[in-house]
């Protein structure tokens, strides 16, 4: 298994404009999370599904986000419209089953919005 | 609410020097602590957690309850272990035990 995947792993957009980020999740994982780390505020929880349902959207900022799971094996994370504030690297990770499993983390997405 | 707390951004120690990075909690519960760890241009990966009572790559860590501490210890730094340290705390079953990291430690073991 390749782990979880993320792309891209970098995105510069100007302000205004539409971002998605994508993750594939580790097949069999059946939770998922969005993470955002920044300077000032660290790592953040966005937002987790389980069994493709979103559970806690309560870390997610503002409307301008949003978080869908059509799957199992794909998530996307939407920006619209991007702000420079927005700027961040966004991780995704996956557990399997119920407990304390390890959360597996993607590589992370590097936005930049100028 | 849970809170994590890492004092340091950055601890500079030398090569085989004992390091200890430090971690404090708040939690209402019964608390799951984590030490991930990301190394230059990897993702994040679980280090070790408190449960297991295992040492990894040479380190440790105890939770202390009463000092609400869960502190990252190796006896000798080798240059490798270079890399961003986070402690983390698992929220319970209604969060999908998801983690509330702290703000992370960089560690540098200078030779």
């Known amino acids: 298994d390749a782990g979880v995947i993320q792309s891209p792993r970098h995105e510069v957009t100007e302000m205004g404009q539409e971002v998605t980020l994508r993750c594939k999740p580790i097949?069999?994982?059946?939770?998922l999370f969005w993470y955002r780390q920044t300077m000032m505020r660290g790592l953040e929880l966005l937002i987790y599904f389980n069994n493709n349902v979103p559970i806690d959207d309560s870390g997610m900022p503002e409307d301008r986000f949003s978080a869908k799971m059509p799957n199992a094996s794909f998530s996307t994370l939407k920006i619209q419209p991007s702000e420079p504030r927005d700027s961040a690297v966004y991780f995704c990770?996956?557990?399997?089953?119920?407990?304390?499993?390890?959360?597996?983390f993607g590589p992370g997405t590097r936005l930049t919005v100028l | 609410a849970q809170r994590v707390t890492q004092p340091e951004k950055l601890l500079s120690v030398f090569k085989g020097a004992p390091v200890e990075l430090k971690c404090n909690y708040s939690y209402s519960g019964s608390p799951e602590l984590f030490w991930y760890v990301q190394y230059s241009r990897q993702r994040l990966q679980l280090l070790l957690r408190h449960i297991s009572r295992e040492s990894i790559k040479g380190f440790t860590a105890d939770l202390n309850k009463g000092e609400t501490s869960f502190h990252l210890k190796k006896p000798f730094a080798q240059e490798e272990d270079s890399a961003m340290y986070y402690c983390?705390?698992?929220?319970?079953?209604?969060?999908?035990?998801?983690?509330?990291f702290g703000k992370g430690t960089s560690l540098l073991v200078t030779p």
């Open positions: 097949s069999g994982h059946d939770y």
């Open positions: 990770a996956s557990r399997a089953g119920t407990g304390l499993g390890e959360q597996f």
């Open positions: 983390a705390l698992s929220g319970n079953s209604n969060s999908g035990y998801a983690l509330n």
